[in-house]
């Protein structure tokens, strides 16, 4: 079973609007991940938490907040976003967090936000 | 230069036939490739991944891998119209700093004609 899954599956939320996003694996992956992607774009990498802790943070500003309650669940808590934040968010996980040899990263069906 | 490339297509492939997808990347060390498909609107579905130089079949995919030349290519045999799609590649830095970050191409989009 490689199931990754989020919710909601869309979201629409005004500029003011505090929100959250959910991931939940049960694969025993140490690993999770957030990514943005735009239409016509591949994703781009937001966060990565390793065994729990976050290891990368790829300058994302500080309206997206990450958090990982424990080793099955990862949130991204959204406050005060821009338009421009429209966007599909995925969460993905891989068994390993060194990225070693077959690890691979499954990811789950996405959220889709809108902005307004 | 990007760091890993592909051609942006569309690729259109009449059904039954080959498609071939092409990807380059930049960082020479990297050791783990992977391709991806994604439907309009959907998330990425992992296809292959392939660690070792040569071919890697499984169904109708072949990756194939050439470190020399740095570059990593996919196969569809039969291509069907459900193959219609967005292929990413996707490769991960050789840095151990980068832990499992991968990098993606800017995807090609295949379409496959009846």
């Known amino acids: 079973d490689t199931e990754v899954t989020q919710t909601p599956k869309h979201l629409v939320m005004g500029m003011t609007n505090k929100k959250s996003l959910k991931c939940e694996q049960h694969?025993?992956?140490?690993?999770m991940y957030w990514y943005k992607q735009k239409a016509k774009k591949p994703p781009e990498l937001m966060f990565v938490y390793s065994y729990e802790k976050l290891s990368i943070n790829e300058s994302v500003p500080s309206r997206f907040s990450p958090e990982c309650p424990n080793s099955s669940l990862l949130n991204l808590h959204l406050h005060a976003l821009q338009p421009e934040d429209s966007a599909l968010y995925l969460c993905?996980?891989?068994?390993?967090?060194?990225?070693?040899?077959?690890?691979?990263?499954?990811f789950g069906p996405g959220t889709r936000l809108t902005v307004l | 230069q990007k760091e890993v490339e592909q051609n942006s297509g569309p690729l259109s492939v009449p059904e039954g036939a080959i498609a071939s997808l092409n990807c380059t990347y930049s960082?020479?060390?990297?050791?783990?490739f992977f391709w991806y498909r994604q439907y309009s609107g959907k998330s990425p579905e992992l296809i292959m991944s392939i660690y070792s130089n040569g071919d890697k079949e499984d169904g109708r995919f072949t990756a194939q891998l050439n470190k020399a030349s740095q570059y990593v290519s996919l196969l569809i045999r039969d291509s069907q119209p459900s193959d219609s799609a967005t292929y990413l590649c996707a490769v991960r830095p050789v840095f151990k700093a980068a832990g499992n970050k991968l990098t993606f191409g800017g995807g090609t989009r295949v379409l496959v004609k009846p």
């Open positions: 993905a996980s891989s068994l390993q967090p060194s990225g070693g040899g077959a690890d691979t990263q499954y």
């Open positions: 960082d020479r060390g990297s050791q783990s």
């Open positions: 694969m025993g992956h140490r690993a």
